[in-house]
């Protein structure tokens, strides 16, 4: 979804919930989540649309399969989507403190 997303983004560590007092700072971390995952999906559903011409979807399970797709239908474009992002990311447009890093791409998985 980062790939195709190809805008700057900054997702902070979750905050902690044990905390009454940090419940509006959890409640505003969560809702902040929840827009950039709708922001997110809108945005691959209209490159991938871009592509294959499909109509609209916001499921995930449906986005993964046309990200399969287009990797083997068009994978010049994917290398491109997948090099903007890769620089993105080494200029710090990109930072995600939520997700392992284990979980996220790099340049090793350009070959």
Request: proline fraction near 5%.
């Amino acid at each position: 979804m980062m790939i195709l997303y190809q805008k700057p983004i900054a997702i902070q560590q979750e905050p902690s919930r044990c905390d009454v007092a940090d419940a509006a700072t959890y409640q505003t971390w969560k809702d902040s989540i929840w827009t950039l995952a709708v922001a997110m999906d809108s945005a691959v559903d209209e490159r991938l649309h871009a592509f294959d011409k499909k109509k609209p979807t916001r499921k995930a399970a449906s986005l993964r399969k046309r990200w399969k797709l287009l990797k083997t239908a068009h994978p010049e474009a994917v290398g491109s989507l997948i090099t903007q992002f890769l620089r993105m990311k080494a200029n710090w447009q990109i930072i995600d403190a939520r997700t392992p890093g284990t979980h996220l791409w790099d340049a090793n998985d350009m070959s």
